[in-house]
């Protein structure tokens, strides 16, 4: 059993930037899965926004993110990174990690069911 607690979010401007932290513990070891980050704004779906796969050397991102969002990983840490820039009133969501303990090597999957273990969420609001 993997147990994921994010952390970071805030109340923030737009143009601040952000970054949010997914800590895991328990179950498989943690540099042996991939971890991806899902956003969920009130009333719409939760969705995928960026991906990392077990040995940090494969990312990708949603299309509406790139150039913004980053991520990586420090697996001597069992921890997971989401480092967002020129935040926008848009970007205000729920941001959740998971982790996908069944993707292979350097494939980072785009949807929630795939993912097995989720994070309680982290709130990010973006002022205008």
């Known amino acids: 059993q993997v147990q994921l607690v994010e952390s970071g979010g805030r109340l923030v401007q737009t143009g601040d930037s952000l970054t949010l932290s997914c800590a895991a513990s328990?179950?498989?070891?943690?540099?042996?899965?991939?971890v991806g980050w899902f956003r969920q704004a009130p009333g719409k779906e939760r969705t995928f926004v960026a991906g990392i796969d077990w040995s940090g050397g494969t990312t990708d991102f949603v299309d509406s993110v790139k150039g913004r969002f980053s991520i990586s990983r420090d697996n001597a840490k069992n921890t997971v990174y989401l480092r967002i820039n020129s935040l926008r009133p848009e970007d205000t969501a729920v941001y959740y990690c998971?982790?996908?303990?069944?993707?292979?090597?350097?494939?980072?999957?785009?949807?929630?069911?795939?993912?097995?273990?989720w994070g309680q969420g982290t709130q990010v609001t973006v002022s205008s």
């Open positions: 998971a982790a996908d303990t069944q993707a292979p090597a350097r494939v980072i999957r785009t949807i929630a069911d795939a993912y097995r273990y």
């Open positions: 328990g179950g498989r070891t943690f540099g042996t899965y991939a």
